[in-house]
């Protein structure tokens, strides 16, 4: 299957570490993106092909891999971190498939 | 400076149709595949149709097959998205996005907002 799925919600207090994963048959496969999107604003890209960290994304972010899950951790989370996160990969036709989303809550 | 800016949304009723363009500039359109994505009010977003270079291949969800119709016009530098038949579970705000390169980068418009109502 190409469905991804994530936790509906995650919690955390500043300055503590959030891990949102990211589940999928596919995964091994595949190379996951994670998205970052405020409301009412496009997604940016926080993290690509599992690990790696665009320019301008503080290093706080950062992803790893194992199995059929991918996870992105924030270690030492700040207030501005609070927004929804979705994984994207590809099917066999390289087509994108989106998580469900997470939405990361600062409490 | 990369633009990717989506236009042609609007109100339309049940049945209906519209037509969406994304204009690009700041990067070579011609080489790069194409998507359009959506996302329903409080929704999470879902991939709907792409298309690669020269048109070579274009995949559509399964939500939207036979409804809507991507195509380019790599001279204009512009995506398009023919939306034809229109439910009320089409409202979304439609975003165009770029394919990664090489470094990762993706690069998304604004989007622009498709109410199906009566």
């Known amino acids: 299957s190409d469905e991804l799925t994530q936790p509906p919600s995650v919690s955390v207090s500043p300055g503590q570490t959030a891990r949102i994963t990211c589940s999928g048959d596919g995964l091994p496969n595949r190379y996951l993106y994670w998205y970052q999107q405020k409301p009412g604003q496009a997604p940016v890209v926080v993290i690509y092909?599992?690990?790696e960290r665009p320019s301008g994304i503080p290093a706080r972010f950062s992803g790893s891999s194992s199995g059929t899950t991918v996870t992105l951790t924030i270690s030492g989370v700040q207030a501005e971190d609070e927004a929804a996160y979705y994984c994207?990969?590809?099917?066999?036709?390289?087509?994108?498939?989106f998580g469900g989303g997470t939405k990361l809550t600062v409490l | 400076e990369v633009q990717l800016v989506e236009s042609g949304g609007g109100l339309v009723k049940p049945g209906g149709s519209l037509r969406l363009s994304c204009a690009v500039s700041?990067?070579?359109?011609?080489?790069?595949?194409m998507n359009w994505v959506r996302q329903a009010p409080g929704k999470g977003l879902e991939w709907v149709s792409s298309i690669s270079p020269s048109s070579r291949y274009i995949y559509y969800a399964d939500s939207v097959r036979g409804r809507l119709t991507i195509s380019r016009d790599d001279a204009k530098n512009s995506l398009y998205l023919e939306m034809n038949r229109l439910r009320p579970d089409d409202t979304a705000v439609y975003y165009c996005?770029?394919?990664?390169?090489?470094?990762?980068?993706?690069?998304w418009g604004q989007g622009t907002l498709v109410t199906v109502s009566s």
């Open positions: 994207q990969s590809t099917d066999s036709t390289g087509t994108w498939v």
């Open positions: 092909k599992d690990t």
């Open positions: 996005a770029r394919e990664p390169d090489s470094s990762g980068t993706v690069f």
């Open positions: 700041g990067f070579p359109f011609r080489s790069y595949t």
